[in-house]
């Protein structure tokens, strides 16, 4: 029974296709890294002396397009009509923590400080300049390229009720081939996403262990902090999204407010509300320069592609198990409900939330070491040392870094089942199960690199992949307007017979 249930999988495209870059992952992590890292440097090296431009035109279009969405008549459909799965507190906590939940906690402190101390452009304020990048970096665009895509595979299925989810994915396609070589990129951009959150929240997680009890764990103990919380997040996803997902969303959204506001206690208020409205008024007002590097906000060309570039690689290769993930739980709600959850609610939260570290940083590089927030494993932990209750704030901490990671593997899981098992909503044990041993061992693969050169790594592989995706995700928005407008057109001939 299980030999035939095992052979019946592997003749499912999707699963053989992901094994296969499972498998290549993991053996070539394990018997070259050296040579894997070459191979990705070279590959990336390539496409950014070509396509580096490119992705900062995406990033912007992608934001224009969502936004003047908002203000569309289509605005007021409603994706379905039953009414909202999920409440609005866990429906924002399962945005949040399948979204980019581990990355704010990466980046809190380090990021922030990096653009004090390099400001990427001149500046006469170099605090309000490395606010405005971090919001620029974490604020509309992430938010936007997700919140899109989520939303033309809700709109395809809870409006235009196509019969399942990879009908929505690559709508309005009367070729086959382009469908199926599309759904098996997707699932790949997805493993490739999803991997990076995992190695690097792993490595993150070994880091503050590291500096807090003064030891030396090394790569064995990242390896197996690798293949621990694949093992959880596969469990986790076996349950289903009403289950531990649900739970585990609202505790760390939960607990990521109150560590939020206990560092908040610290503040020094008038400052603090000054250079958030005023750093978020310089993101909002030059968002185009940015985004596009244009006139006073041209930056080097080692800044665009080590910064802005790997970010919107980063976020094109979440945005496959995102998007469906967030299409997937809010049906029920309308469109313009949709995008100011998705885009505008989360972006506010995420400037807040750095806008809390990022002041208190500064404060403390005032009076210190000004070089003791470089490591970006570490630095969220050096920072926590300097208030009151570290021993607290370390655990709080690190169960949050967990648990973000788990929760982005276990919805990239969820979704991949989805995708393989014909697009059900509720996708087999089977299904999931292969699929967070997949995720598990790219990632085991990729993390064989070693912390030093883990992040090189992942991000040389990101750019490579986010390229052809993000070709895909533009052909799928301009079919989605197409379509659009082609049923309001006949809607209004129907209307005048």
Same mark, same amino acid.
């Given at each position: 029974m299980i030999?035939?249930?095992f052979?019946r999988?592997?003749?499912?495209?999707l699963l053989?296709?992901?094994?296969?870059?499972?498998?290549f992952?993991?053996i070539?992590g394990?018997?070259?890294? #050296?040579?894997? +890292? &070459?191979?990705?440097n070279t590959?990336?090296?390539?496409l950014?002396?070509?396509?580096?431009?490119?992705?900062?035109?995406?990033g912007?279009?992608?934001v224009?397009? !969502?936004?003047?969405?908002l203000?569309l008549?289509?605005?007021?459909k409603?994706?379905?009509?039953?009414?909202?799965?999920?409440?609005y507190?866990s429906w924002?906590?399962?945005?949040?923590?399948?979204g980019?939940?581990?990355?704010?906690?990466?980046?809190a402190v380090q #990021?922030?400080?990096y653009y004090?101390?390099?400001?990427?452009?001149?500046?006469?304020?170099?605090e309000?300049?490395?606010l405005?990048?971090t919001?620029? &970096?974490?604020?509309?665009?992430p938010?936007?390229?997700?919140?899109?895509?989520g939303l033309?595979?809700?709109?395809?299925?809870?409006v235009?009720?196509v019969?399942?989810?990879?009908?929505?994915l690559?709508?309005?396609?009367? !070729?086959?081939y382009l469908?199926?070589i599309?759904i098996?990129?997707?699932?790949?951009?997805?493993i490739?996403g999803? +991997?990076? !959150?995992?190695?690097?929240?792993?490595?993150?997680?070994?880091?503050?262990?590291?500096?807090t009890?003064?030891? #030396?764990?090394?790569?064995?103990t990242l390896l197996?902090?690798?293949?621990?919380?694949?093992?959880?997040?596969?469990?986790?996803?076996l349950?289903?999204?009403?289950k531990?997902i649900?739970?585990?969303?609202?505790?760390?959204?939960?607990?990521? +407010?109150?560590?939020?506001?206990f560092?908040?206690?610290?503040?020094?208020?008038?400052?603090?509300?000054?250079?958030?409205f005023?750093?978020?008024y310089?993101?909002?007002i030059?968002f185009?320069e940015?985004?596009?590097?244009?006139?006073?906000?041209e930056?080097?060309?080692?800044?665009t592609?080590?910064?802005?570039?790997?970010?919107?690689?980063?976020?094109?290769?979440?945005v496959?198990f995102?998007?469906?993930?967030i299409?997937?739980?809010?049906?029920?709600?309308?469109?313009?409900e949709?995008?100011?959850?998705?885009?505008?609610v989360p972006?506010?939260?995420?400037?807040?939330w750095?806008?809390?570290?990022?002041?208190?940083?500064?404060?403390v590089?005032?009076?210190?070491?000004?070089?003791?927030f470089?490591?970006?494993y570490?630095?969220?932990?050096?920072?926590? #040392?300097n208030y009151?209750?570290y021993?607290?704030?370390?655990? +709080?901490?690190?169960?949050?870094?967990?648990?973000?990671i788990?929760?982005?593997?276990?919805s990239?899981?969820?979704?991949?089942?989805?995708?393989?098992d014909?697009?059900?909503?509720?996708?087999s044990?089977n &299904?999931?199960?292969i699929?967070?041993?997949i995720?598990?061992?790219t990632?085991?693969?990729?993390?064989?690199?070693?912390?030093s050169?883990?992040?090189?790594a992942i991000s040389n592989?990101l750019i490579i992949?986010?390229?052809?995706f993000?070709?895909?995700?533009?052909?799928?928005i301009c079919?989605?307007f197409?379509?659009i407008?082609?049923?309001?057109s006949?809607k209004?001939?129907?209307?005048?017979?």
């Amino acid at each position: 029974m299980i030999k035939r249930t095992f052979h019946r999988l592997l003749k499912n495209k999707l699963l053989f296709y992901g094994i296969l870059f499972g498998l290549f992952f993991l053996i070539a992590g394990m018997v070259n890294s #050296e040579a894997l +890292i &070459h191979f990705l440097n070279t590959g990336n090296n390539s496409l950014l002396s070509v396509f580096s431009n490119y992705y900062l035109f995406v990033g912007a279009f992608i934001v224009v397009v !969502s936004l003047v969405i908002l203000f569309l008549p289509l605005g007021k459909k409603r994706l379905g009509n039953k009414k909202p799965e999920y409440a609005y507190f866990s429906w924002i906590a399962l945005l949040y923590s399948t979204g980019m939940g581990s990355g704010l906690l990466l980046r809190a402190v380090q #990021e922030p400080v990096y653009y004090l101390n390099h400001p990427p452009v001149s500046t006469v304020n170099a605090e309000l300049l490395a606010l405005q990048y971090t919001f620029f &970096h974490w604020g509309f665009t992430p938010w936007a390229m997700y919140s899109l895509f989520g939303l033309i595979v809700a709109y395809n299925l809870y409006v235009r009720k196509v019969p399942n989810l990879l009908h929505a994915l690559v709508p309005a396609s009367n !070729s086959n081939y382009l469908k199926n070589i599309s759904i098996v990129f997707i699932v790949l951009i997805t493993i490739n996403g999803v +991997i990076a !959150s995992l190695g690097l929240g792993s490595a993150q997680l070994v880091g503050g262990l590291n500096h807090t009890f003064n030891i #030396e764990l090394g790569n064995y103990t990242l390896l197996a902090m690798v293949l621990l919380i694949g093992l959880i997040a596969t469990f986790s996803a076996l349950t289903g999204i009403q289950k531990v997902i649900k739970y585990l969303a609202d505790f760390d959204f939960g607990f990521s +407010i109150l560590l939020m506001l206990f560092i908040a206690l610290f503040l020094d208020f008038a400052p603090f509300f000054s250079n958030l409205f005023t750093a978020m008024y310089q993101y909002v007002i030059h968002f185009f320069e940015m985004s596009l590097s244009i006139g006073g906000y041209e930056t080097s060309e080692s800044f665009t592609k080590e910064w802005t570039v790997f970010y919107w690689a980063f976020w094109l290769a979440w945005v496959p198990f995102t998007g469906i993930f967030i299409a997937r739980i809010s049906k029920g709600r309308t469109v313009r409900e949709f995008i100011i959850a998705t885009i505008l609610v989360p972006t506010f939260a995420t400037l807040i939330w750095f806008s809390v570290f990022a002041n208190n940083a500064f404060d403390v590089l005032s009076q210190s070491n000004t070089g003791q927030f470089d490591n970006l494993y570490t630095s969220l932990f050096v920072f926590l #040392e300097n208030y009151p209750f570290y021993q607290l704030t370390f655990v +709080i901490a690190i169960l949050l870094v967990l648990i973000s990671i788990i929760n982005s593997v276990d919805s990239a899981v969820f979704v991949l089942g989805m995708l393989s098992d014909n697009g059900n909503e509720n996708p087999s044990k089977n &299904h999931k199960l292969i699929w967070g041993g997949i995720i598990t061992a790219t990632a085991f693969g990729i993390s064989a690199s070693g912390t030093s050169d883990l992040l090189n790594a992942i991000s040389n592989l990101l750019i490579i992949m986010a390229l052809p995706f993000s070709l895909l995700y533009l052909y799928i928005i301009c079919r989605f307007f197409i379509t659009i407008v082609n049923e309001n057109s006949e809607k209004q001939y129907e209307d005048k017979d």
